[in-house]
């Protein structure tokens, strides 16, 4: 580490920019916010002066441009992720982008190619990796605690009751939204799913959008997916298990929910990996009220981790967790590659949205890239 700052330019002006980019380089010790930008230059005057930050832009070219800017964060709507990332590369930005880190495949490579050929630092914003209820699970799998994996369910509910007078916001818009709650939510999934176990390579998938009343607002984005995947994990025989055409030894099947049209009755957004000695769930948080559990072999009961008292601390500390890492990426010039989800993490699960839009389609199952 240097004894330099890191200094960083936000674009977006929205709840995430406010709730988790901002507060979270601020809290780094090293970290500053310079600049703002927004095309609301209202908006983006109050939320400069709620943060104390001393600039604000209403065009993004204006602030990669600025050569007292290290890094950019993109906190945009999705359809923006890709030409705000690629200007800020080009200026010689190090950038921390929102997920799903793009609209489509071919922009998430196209930005991934772009940051490899620069040398720059890019980071997804994949919260849930940074949340110590899924570090303690995947710690758990790492050490074979539940045996060999065989089965993963995966869901998280983020939304109410659909109601009348329900307004469109940007991530009802296709335009603007890369697939609604499965791009917004699955996206996380795949992501922990890959960093917990392993990448996932074939999806078959079901989505919808409801309906709303007559006269009252449509939106075109999806409202609901719930989809089967599967993956392979090394080590496993080639042989069919007998009676199962589609089931090797090695095989891992998921289920994957994602809703933005509920609310669980109980807290439900959460990971649970089973396995031939047992079984380990993780809560899915921003960091607030973190559980992570394990059900061994021969018991009845779950058995609660013992996380610290940060994990129930009322605070998503793992936004300010992700957002200290990415000022120490930049400081190292590096991602941690055990830790840190990168451009190529942000295409695969790209690649595994494109797949269940594919499934859902088509009515078949599909394979991912």
């Known amino acids: 580490m240097t004894d330099r700052r890191v200094r960083v330019g936000v674009v977006g002006a ?14 780094h010790p090293k ?47 999705d359809a923006l992720h890709c030409e705000v990332t690629l200007a800020a590369l080009q200026a010689g930005k190090h950038v921390f982008c929102e997920k799903p880190l793009a609209m489509n495949a071919a922009q998430a490579r196209e930005m991934a190619e772009a940051r490899e ?96 009343d007559q006269g009252t607002p449509q939106p075109d984005s999806i409202d609901l997916a719930a989809a089967m995947a599967r993956l392979r994990l090394d080590g496993g025989s080639n042989g069919n298990l007998p009676g199962f055409s589609d089931r090797r030894e090695g095989d891992v099947h998921v289920t994957v929910l994602t809703t933005r049209v509920d609310r669980s009755r109980l807290p ?50 793992a936004l300010t967790r992700m957002m200290g890492a990415f000022v120490d990426a930049v400081l190292r010039g590096s991602l941690d590659p055990d830790q840190d989800p990168g451009f190529d993490a942000g295409l695969h699960t790209q690649l595994a949205l494109e797949a269940g839009l594919r499934s859902a389609r088509s009515g078949r199952w599909e394979d991912v890239g």
């Open 14 to 27: 929205g709840l995430f920019a406010e709730q988790c980019h901002i507060p979270g380089i601020q809290a």
């Open 31 to 77: 970290g500053e916010v310079v600049a703002l930008c927004a095309r609301n230059h209202a908006r983006v005057e109050r939320l400069a002066a709620r943060f104390d930050v001393p600039d604000v832009h209403t065009d993004y070219h204006e602030l990669v441009a600025r050569p007292d800017i290290d890094a950019v964060t993109v906190a945009t709507p």
């Open 117 to 212: 050929r620069s040398d720059l630092v890019g980071m997804v914003a994949f919260t849930f990796r940074y949340s110590l209820a899924l570090m303690a699970l995947r710690r758990l799998l790492r050490e074979n605690a539940i045996g060999r994996p065989f089965f993963v369910q995966m869901q998280v509910h983020w939304g109410n009751l659909i109601a009348n007078t329900h307004e469109l916001v940007w991530r009802d818009q296709a335009a603007e939204s890369a697939a609604g709650i499965w791009g917004d939510g699955a996206s996380h999934l795949f992501d922990a799913l890959a960093y917990a176990l392993g990448p996932v390579q074939q999806i078959c998938a079901q989505m919808m959008i409801v309906p709303r």
């Open 268 to 317: 439900a957004d959460e990971i649970q990996v089973v396995g031939t000695h047992g079984a380990v769930s993780s809560t899915l948080t921003r960091g607030a009220g973190e559980r992570a559990s394990i059900l061994r072999a021969g018991q009845s009961n779950w058995e609660d981790l013992d996380l610290g008292p940060e994990a129930n601390s009322g605070q998503p500390l």
